[in-house]
Nanobody, 125 residues
Framework: QVQLVESGGGLVQAGGSLRLSCAAS????????MGWLRQAPGKGREFVSA????????YYADSVKGRFTISGGDAKNTLYLQMNSLRPEDTARYFC??????????????????WGHGTQVTVSS
């Protein structure tokens, strides 16, 4: 399986923007669904957004809807998460991960596999 490598995190003030990238090292995303999830200190992994390649269908957690946008490169080897209007509560380590199934149950973090190492996003107030 390909290795997923996230980048683009950093420190930003509230209201700012960041664009996260997830690259498939050594191949392409041969999965029907790719997702972004995050984990804040002391908390479990939380679903953020997902994209189903067939039909380019996207799905978002209510907490980020309207602020974050998920997209994929045409070559299906890069996944992006554009994050606007960032809030301190968005502070977390962000991961990309793969999912074998469709969008049913897409918000359940345990249904994802092949996690990357993550990239840290810190939003200051």
């Amino acid at each position: 399986q390909v290795q997923l490598v996230e980048s683009g995190g950093g420190l930003v003030q509230a209201g700012g923007s960041l664009r996260l990238s997830c690259a498939a090292s050594g191949g392409t995303f041969d999965y029907p669904v790719m997702g972004w999830l995050r984990q804040a200190p002391g908390k479990g992994r939380e679903f953020v957004s997902a994209i189903k390649w067939a039909g380019n269908t996207t799905y978002y957690a209510d907490s980020v809807k309207g602020r974050f946008t998920i997209s994929g490169g045409d070559a299906k080897n890069t996944l992006y998460l554009q994050m606007n209007s960032l809030r301190p509560e968005d502070t977390a380590r962000y991961f990309c991960a793969a999912r074998e199934h469709g969008l049913v149950g897409v918000t359940v973090a345990s249904t994802y596999h092949n996690w990357g190492h993550g990239t840290q996003v810190t939003v200051s107030s």
